[in-house]
């Protein structure tokens, strides 16, 4: 999901910016993982609240060529959602009734437009995007909508109080955070406001998307959440072995705090269908479940 270059730099600060990589395996991974924790949220009870940092345009132009021909076109052109892993079905089916597309996909839905279809017209959206062009892009796409507010500030900064505000609707609450880690500084900001939002909640579930080209970042991301008191699991699903030095994803994960029940199975059960169609070569995929606690002193080995 990196930004064009002439060739591989180590040490670039990659961009995994939504409109520049929509519909990549990524997305795949994360839009998957999204929708199964929105409906098994919705299904706990009424009233889910939706709170979103880095939320984007809302719906991506797909070209001729890109980085989804190694993600939801390896699905597109899949045998009938059906027939497909339940979790891994009902994302299809949701891309293709909210994108655009026959042989190919065209258009690709994001998160907003995946999380407005799994809750329903009546629940609250709180979505946060800094870039202005994105905003008045996402603002088109969900028009006359009086559950959504669209607020063009930093999600991150914002997340505490959403969340907040999200809880006082005395429903479950689910919170996105998908930042385009452009800087390396990220990995320390991130996973520092997410532990604050965490504290200063009481039940959200936090779902934190991060990108995979060695394990050395997501490993140390995690032992900062342990050692600033949170605990949590990923899930991270590898379609181009580590080994493997590229411009584009090996992978991703899912980071999730306070998850609803089954939700763990229900990625379980999807990651080797999507690996079957996204790997890169044949058979050279893999799949990490990792949990963790905060031991007593506040410090955490992965």
């Not at 299904?43 to 890109?66: I, K």
């Not at 939801?72 to 899949?78: K, N, V």
């Not at 411009?247 to 029940?261: D, E, F």
């Amino acid at each position: 999901m990196s930004s064009p270059r002439s060739r591989y730099q180590p040490d670039a600060a990659p961009d995994y910016s939504h409109r520049f990589h929509a519909g990549n395996v990524g997305d795949v991974w994360k839009h998957c993982a999204l929708v199964e924790v929105l409906r098994l949220a919705a299904a706990s009870g009424p009233g889910v609240a939706y709170v979103e940092s880095h939320a984007g345009e809302g719906s991506y132009a797909l070209g001729p060529t890109g980085e989804w021909t190694e993600g939801i076109g390896r699905l597109w052109t899949a045998a009938e959602p059906a027939r497909l892993d339940d979790a891994v079905g009902r994302y299809v089916e949701l891309c293709r009734r909210l994108g655009a597309g026959a042989d190919r996909p065209t258009r690709y839905p994001g998160s907003p437009l995946l999380a407005r279809a799994v809750l329903g017209a009546d629940a609250s959206m709180a979505l946060h995007e800094t870039d202005p062009a994105a905003c008045r892009g996402l603002a088109a796409a969900m028009p006359n909508d009086p559950h959504v507010v669209v607020a063009e500030t930093d999600g991150l900064a914002a997340l505490p109080a959403a969340v907040r505000v999200a809880e006082t609707g005395g429903g479950s609450v689910v919170a996105l955070v998908d930042p385009p880690y452009t800087q390396k500084a990220d990995w320390t900001r991130v996973p520092d406001a997410l532990a604050v939002a965490v504290a200063a909640s009481t039940r959200a579930c936090f779902l934190l998307w991060y990108p995979v080209k060695s394990l050395t970042r997501p490993n140390a991301m995690i032992a900062r959440l342990g050692a600033a008191g949170v605990s949590g699991v990923i899930a991270e699903l590898i379609t181009t072995p580590l080994s493997h030095q590229r411009q584009r994803l090996n992978g991703s994960g899912v980071l999730l705090v306070r998850p609803p029940r089954r939700t763990l199975r229900a990625l379980a059960a999807a990651a080797p269908v999507l690996a079957r169609h996204c790997a890169t070569q044949p058979r050279a995929w893999s799949f990490r479940i990792h949990s963790w606690e905060p031991s007593a002193r506040g410090e955490q080995t992965p």
